[in-house]
């Protein structure tokens, strides 16, 4: 489905005005939704780059992701463009994965999950055998059945009611099954899959999220839908998605302010009328979006005017977080994919250790070789990102615990015959006390709150705050953690502004995304 921008009178869009806090995914993707309905847009930046975590370090093969490294969902990313009268393909080279994901055990098994279903469930068959292989497209059923059931009334609904999920589950009652509301998301994958391997393997999507399987809903296994219906790499690194987004922004006149801290947001008359940045200038604003973790919000840190907004994220669980190597190396042994994971040997001690607030010792690591899957092979210096589970709060980190955890890792990935030339050191290693920093008031979860439990998905704040003027966007607020979903979670926002702006009669005659008229 592809949105057409929302038009205006030219006279009255020049009194509009919306300031965005944050140039993450979320904030870029509203702040181009709005421009392109005619809104007068500035953004506020506080670090020198655009993109939230999408976020790179220098190394000597140039910038290397740091952050988010899994791109889905291309048509979220082509609506957005489509609605500001672009091509996703004219700014951005998308190379679509052959094959999704590699994936080893220390036992020298190895599973290639590729685009075409048909040749994964040939893999699975050579892999764990033709049980194996009817249990895995059972499992592709149930994944697709989930997604179906759960995109319209829960992701892209704006603001989802039990009530209307309830009533469409029972309109479809085989769906009650798949969703298996009593069962975690690895006591499912136990029945579906014999083979412990493959369990193991399709858990690690509740990571996706910040969650553990032994303790998500196994509704989440909806997830494996998303990434098998396509896996995109962005040539060049997934910033250069984040650059693309700032460029077709700035093209709509979009004023992206880098480096601008914002002191609090001014609330005047139980509404949200303007920005203090630090040192006190004031941007007076007709509506204001946040991009941040609302829990920013409930715990004062802008105002205490704003404190009454997402008041569950002071006390509900935090999302996991992640020990994070960005370096470039030439890497010797094992032959690596786009994207790999090399599973730990105790599948439940890892996520016995989160839950326990210690940093795992024995985790599965991700590593995403950067430079490959384009089509082309790889430069000497390639650019790596290693990604291993980790609380946002551990209770065992000290100096002396990292070096003695970074020592492991690289013997373990040397047991998987892998090394690198050079070896990251502990300067390529972002830890969560340096995510909390980078964003504040998150505690160090990359993935706002926790997804544990099966009504966790309810108690994320939607793009409409309690406070009049002020709106919601990015992973902290639904639907949810992820790049598609924070870019979805922005047109939830500019679709809550527009309306609102007409039901207070700001704006005269318009006609919304799809061609509705208001009249």
């Known amino acids: 489905m592809t949105f057409s921008p929302t038009r205006f009178d030219k006279p009255t869009v020049s009194r509009t005005r919306v300031v965005v806090i944050g140039a993450g995914v979320g904030g870029l993707a509203s702040a181009i939704r709005l421009a392109a309905a005619g809104l007068s847009v500035t953004v506020l930046e506080r670090h020198t780059h655009a993109g939230g975590k999408i976020r790179t370090l220098p190394s000597a093969a140039g910038p290397v992701d740091a952050g988010p490294t899994v791109l889905t969902m291309r048509q979220m990313f082509d609506d957005l463009f489509a609605c500001a009268g672009a091509r996703l393909d004219d700014h951005v080279s998308l190379i679509r994965q052959d094959l999704l994901a590699r994936h080893g055990w220390s036992d020298g098994s190895q599973l290639d999950l590729f685009a075409s279903p048909d040749q994964s469930a040939t893999a699975v068959r050579d892999f764990a055998g033709s049980k194996s292989e009817a249990e895995f497209r059972a499992f592709c059923d149930r994944s697709r059945a989930l997604f179906e059931a759960f995109d319209a009334p829960m992701m892209r609904a704006a603001e989802p009611k039990l009530g209307a999920l309830t009533r469409h589950v029972l309109s479809n ?25 493959l369990a193991q393997l399709f858990g690690r999507y509740a990571t996706y999220v910040g969650g553990s399987p032994y303790q998500a809903p196994a509704v989440l296994g909806l997830i494996w839908h998303a990434e098998a219906t396509g896996v995109w790499v962005v040539k060049g690194g997934m910033h250069k998605l984040a650059g693309a987004m700032s460029e077709l922004a700035a093209a709509l006149g979009v004023d992206i302010r880098l480096g601008s801290h914002v002191e609090r947001i001014d609330i005047a008359e139980g509404r949200a009328r303007a920005v203090i940045l630090e040192g006190g200038a004031r941007l007076p604003a007709d509506a204001i979006v946040f991009n941040g973790d609302p829990r920013a919000l409930a715990a004062g840190a802008l105002g205490r005017d704003c404190s009454t907004i997402a008041p569950q994220t002071l006390t509900t669980p935090r999302s996991y977080s992640a020990r994070v190597y960005s370096f470039a190396a030439t890497p010797r042994g094992r032959e690596l994919a786009h994207h790999n994971v090399l599973f730990a040997d105790d599948a439940a001690s890892e ?37 291993t589970n980790a609380p946002a709060r551990p209770q065992n980190h000290t100096d002396k615990d990292l070096q003695s955890w970074h020592e492991t890792i690289i013997q373990r ?24 920093r980078l964003f504040p008031q998150t505690q160090g979860a990359l993935y706002g709150q926790s997804p544990h439990g099966m009504m966790a998905a309810f108690h994320r704040p939607t793009a409409r705050s309690t406070i009049p003027g002020l709106y919601l966007v990015g992973g902290g607020a639904h639907p949810g953690a992820g790049v598609p979903m924070a870019t979805l979670s922005a047109r939830h926002a500019a679709g809550a502004i527009l309306s609102d702006l007409i039901s207070t009669s700001t704006l005269g005659r318009m006609v919304m995304p799809g061609g509705m008229s208001t009249e």
Not at 375 to 385: K, V
């Open 173 to 197: 009652p085989s769906v009650i099954g798949a969703m298996a509301p009593l069962s975690t998301l690895a006591s499912m994958l136990r029945r579906q899959f014999s083979d412990p391997r």
């Open 351 to 387: 996520f016995d250790d989160l839950k326990a607030g210690r940093i795992p010792q024995n985790p599965s690591l991700y590593i995403c070789a950067e430079d490959r899957g384009q089509g082309h092979a790889p430069p000497p210096l390639e650019r790596f990102e290693i990604i």
């Open 413 to 436: 990935m040397q047991s998987f015959d892998l090394t690198f030339t050079p070896s990251p050191d502990l300067e390529t290693i972002t830890t969560p006390a340096m995510f909390d």
